[in-house]
Nanobody, 124 residues
Framework: QVHLVESGGGLVQAGGSLRLSCVASGRTFSRSAMGWFRQAPGKERDFVAAINWSGGATYYPDSVKGRFTISRDNAKNTVYLQMNSLKPEDTAVYYC?????????????????WGQGTQVTVSS
């Protein structure tokens, strides 16, 4: 069992930055691929970023590529999402997710554990 807790969300002006953190419980974190997703009101959940178990591979959709960076610190059981050049359309609840796979995964149904989410609001 893996328990995930996100933090770092908040209100920021367009063009600003935020860093989200996700702390995982359990000894399997260092063997788990991780991901970030987001869901805006009335919209489907969207994939934002993914990282493999070692941090050596990452993947982003075009909507955030070049602005968002996912990273992890296995010694701290933590995965991060650095978000720069934020836009109003980035406003959403952001969720951290853990997969049983070590390798990079990006589909929501490939992740087994989910956090409760943290709200990010970008004002124009």
């Amino acid at each position: 069992q893996v328990h995930l807790v996100e933090s770092g969300g908040g209100l920021v002006q367009a063009g600003g930055s935020l860093r989200l953190s996700c702390v995982a419980s359990g000894r399997t974190f260092s063997r788990s691929a991780m991901g970030w997703f987001r869901q805006a009101p009335g919209k489907e959940r969207d994939f934002v970023a993914a990282i493999n178990w070692s941090g050596g591979a990452t993947y982003y959709p075009d909507s955030v590529k070049g602005r968002f960076t996912i990273s992890r610190d296995n010694a701290k059981n933590t995965v991060y999402l650095q978000m720069n050049s934020l836009k109003p359309e980035d406003t959403a609840v952001y969720y951290c997710a853990a997969a049983s796979s070590r390798q990079l995964v990006i589909a929501g149904d490939e992740f087994d554990y989910w956090g409760q989410g943290t709200q990010v609001t970008v004002s124009s």
